[in-house]
């Protein structure tokens, strides 16, 4: 037994030495990631606390306050126009028990007039646009604008519609695939691998395990997003509808684990931006960006930008 400790006790040293220090020094085994652009300033749904989510009119004016990044949600109608809608079944959007994927794209209904925010609990928004909005409108209204764009689906007719959608506008260098879900992810993949795209879900436990063993710094990583909850705005301003998540034990165990400043710096070394959500208090907006945020996901684009303005000026 000594003998064996003899050796493995130094190994285990010299390992834990190694990984601390490529870590902090990602550089020397990895080249880092030259993304086509870099936000802090990520309108969620298009900043949907000042516009009806997801609106021509959200994303306009989510542009104009000089976002970084948009983000949204696309389905497929039946006669196949790419719509982006965060939902498929448009029930609490519309207050219509219908999905998208059963409509034709002139039968979608209105959005609702006024629509609760879902990370903002108890606050509504409203505007005089109200239709759903096009991938391809988007993309044609604002072509130097990046988009991440989140498929729920495994579709493979949607991903192939997407695609040829981010080659038609010559944009593959500033649109994200975007997904929970690795199956899904390895079809956007496989459909348009000159895209960007973020951590999956399984994906990210596996970033946290290689994180926690001290293997992430010699493991290559092929993603250039990670998108993930801040942990404190859940049952505050954002409350979950699965039970687990209203536990503070479990929530404060998930912040405990995930929000790492040195495992964000790390990535952020090697070229993969964090991007946190939904900040929609300036509390939050500095948690985020305080522990190791390069980008914050807002539903009140103006908050954010002001934020940023102070920022700026103290500089």
């Not at 939902?87 to 209105?110: I, W, Y």
């Not at 939904?278 to 190791?292: P, T, Y």
Request: charged share 25%; aromatic share 10%.
């Amino acid at each position: 037994m000594s003998n064996f400790l003899y050796f493995i006790l130094p190994a285990l040293g010299g390992y834990t030495l190694t990984s601390l220090y490529l870590l902090k020094n990602p550089h020397i085994l990895h080249r880092k990631k030259r993304a086509a652009f870099y936000c802090k300033h990520i309108s969620h749904r298009g900043g949907c606390g000042e516009r009806i989510e997801s609106t021509m009119a959200a994303f306009a004016h989510a542009v104009e306050l000089g976002t970084g990044l948009l983000e949204l949600d696309c389905h497929l109608t039946c006669d196949g126009h790419v719509v982006v809608s965060h939902d498929e079944n448009l029930l609490r959007q519309t207050g219509h028990d219908v999905t998208v994927s059963s409509l034709k794209l002139q039968d979608l209904p209105l959005y609702k007039e006024r629509l609760e925010v879902t990370f903002y609990a108890g606050r509504y928004s409203s505007g005089a646009d109200r239709k759903f909005a096009l991938l391809e409108d988007v993309f044609r209204k604002f072509p130097a604008t990046p988009v991440n764009i989140e498929l729920k689906e495994k579709n493979i007719l949607l991903i192939e519609k997407v695609s040829d959608l981010v080659r038609r506008y010559n944009r593959e260098d500033i649109s994200v695939w975007a997904t929970v879900d690795s199956r899904i992810m390895k079809e956007c993949q496989k459909m348009n691998p000159s895209m960007p795209y973020g951590f999956t879900m399984s994906r990210g436990v596996l970033l946290l395990l290689l994180f926690y063993s001290g293997l992430l710094p010699f493991v290559p990583l092929g993603e250039s997003f990670l998108q993930f909850y801040l942990p404190r705005i859940i049952n505050r301003t954002f409350i979950p509808e699965k039970r687990i998540l209203r536990n503070r034990l479990v929530i404060s165990l998930l912040e405990k684990l995930t929000m790492r400043k040195s495992l964000f710096k790390h990535l952020a070394a090697r070229g993969i931006q964090v991007h946190l959500f939904v900040c929609n208090e300036d509390q939050d907006i500095e948690a985020a960006f305080d522990v190791g945020a390069t980008g914050v996901m807002t539903d009140y684009p103006t908050l954010l930008s002001n934020y940023l303005s102070r920022l700026r000026s103290q500089d």
